[in-house]
């Protein structure tokens, strides 16, 4: 409203409340004495316009204040992809030094993946709200950073597209540690997988009373635990010192090229057997290139050899073969060490057991021998018995008893 008003410069002025004026005209009248005396004129009243102006500039400041530290990343951008506007918070997730800089850049060439940009796009053309997105984009620095994106179109009173308003949230330490939990998970159940395992390799090496079938099944049951592409167990003679090859499984380039029980006298063998601790070699042609004398597949790399020892003495070794250069992880080295114990219980079980039912043969075989003395008065006979005990007690393939001919001062063949 417009006011005409007098207001006199000599009078106080009236106690009432704020009000903004605007001053349209006025005019200043002098006194007798020349002195301005009483201002004329008309006056606006603009006090809802001005408090609906504080209102707005109190929101503006809001949203800039949202705007600028709200630490997702908020975003305008056009139709073609392009950044008409971006947060300090987006700014700063993807790496660049202002919003001008990164409005020279286009979203879609922020995808990590190439691949990954055409429903982003498509959404674009489509003009569909986007909600929790999940997309992967490049850091500045090349680093992948993942988000969840959401975003709706702005249009104008023609319901035509001007551009697209979004926020990103950065959820990749939130996947780096579903991804770990997802591998904890992994792990842990691949090591519930392979106790079970262990625990019917060593149900089925309980029963076993030759060291040569528990070599072999420890072989192969080890090599279709851990998965590898090839495994032997070898056997430390504990006289000789020597270490052979027992038994095997998985590939080899030629299998008949090293026969069961060849002797190996390598020195990476004869290290291990000193040390007494696990092996690993993550390149056997650098580390330990002798160990191509066994003829190993060209695809094996690396060799983790584990000792089977007992009560401090080295009985022999599991070995595994990997096309991979790379160390085993925790949960295979105690597994394979869990095995190893197996195994060396296992062994010494047999070979207590094989020495016990070979003692027990020996002295069935001087029994029968006794026997055949008391019996009879045939020498031949008697001889015969005692060659019989000696081939079947010695394992060997044949044998003959020689008699003194003291007349003709030579041997002559009592039995055979």
């Known amino acids: 409203t417009t006011e005409i008003y007098t207001l006199s410069l000599h009078d106080a002025l009236p106690i009432c409340p704020i009000r903004y004026v605007w001053m349209e005209s006025g005019e200043l009248i ?129 319901d035509n597209i001007l551009y697209y308003e979004g926020t990103l949230t950065n959820i990749t330490k939130l996947k780096q540690a579903e991804a770990e ?28 009373h030759s060291q040569h079938e528990v070599m072999e099944i420890v072989a192969a049951q080890t090599g279709a635990l851990m998965d590898s592409l090839v495994c032997a167990t070898l056997k430390v003679d504990g006289e000789s010192g020597e270490v052979y090859i027992v038994a095997r499984s998985g590939s080899l380039e030629s299998p008949a090229a090293v026969d069961k029980g060849a002797p190996l006298t390598l020195p990476i063998l004869d290290k291990a057997i000193k040390n007494g601790k696990p092996l690993f070699l993550k390149e056997i042609d650098r580390e330990a290139p002798e160990l191509r004398k066994l003829n190993l597949h060209p695809d094996i790399r690396s060799i983790h050899m584990y000792p089977i020892s007992w009560e401090g003495q080295i009985l022999g070794f599991i070995v595994l073969g990997s096309p991979l250069a790379l160390p085993p992880s925790e949960g295979e080295m105690a597994t394979m060490e869990l095995l190893a114990e197996r195994a060396a219980a296992a062994l010494d079980s047999a070979r207590l057991f094989e020495e016990i039912n070979s003692n027990l043969q020996r002295l069935a075989s001087l029994r029968s021998i006794d026997q055949a003395i008391t019996s009879s008065m045939d020498i031949h006979f008697t001889l015969g018995i005692l060659l019989d005990q000696a081939v079947s007690q010695l394992k060997v393939h044949a044998a003959d008893i020689l008699l003194l001919d003291q007349g003709a001062t030579s041997f002559r063949y009592g039995v055979r």
């Open 30 to 158: 002098l006194d007798d004495q020349g002195k301005p005396s009483v201002l004329k004129g008309t006056l606006q009243d603009i006090t809802e316009r001005k408090i609906a102006e504080m209102k707005v500039k109190e929101s503006e400041e809001k949203y800039r204040s949202l705007f600028e530290n709200v630490p997702d990343g908020v975003y305008r951008v056009a139709l073609d992809g392009s950044f008409l506007a971006a947060n300090p918070g987006l700014v700063h997730m993807l790496g660049y030094t202002s919003e001008v800089v990164m409005q020279k850049t286009c979203f879609l060439d922020l995808f990590f993946d190439a691949r990954d940009r055409e429903p982003f796009a498509q959404s674009l053309k489509n003009g569909d709200s986007i909600q929790n997105m999940e997309v992967r984009l490049r850091h500045k620095k090349g680093e992948l950073i993942i988000v969840l994106n959401n975003a709706i179109a702005i249009r104008d009173s023609d």
């Open 181 to 208: 939990l997802a591998n904890l998970y992994r792990i842990e159940q691949q090591q519930v997988e392979r106790l079970s395992a262990l625990q019917k390799i060593s149900s089925q090496l309980a029963g076993i």
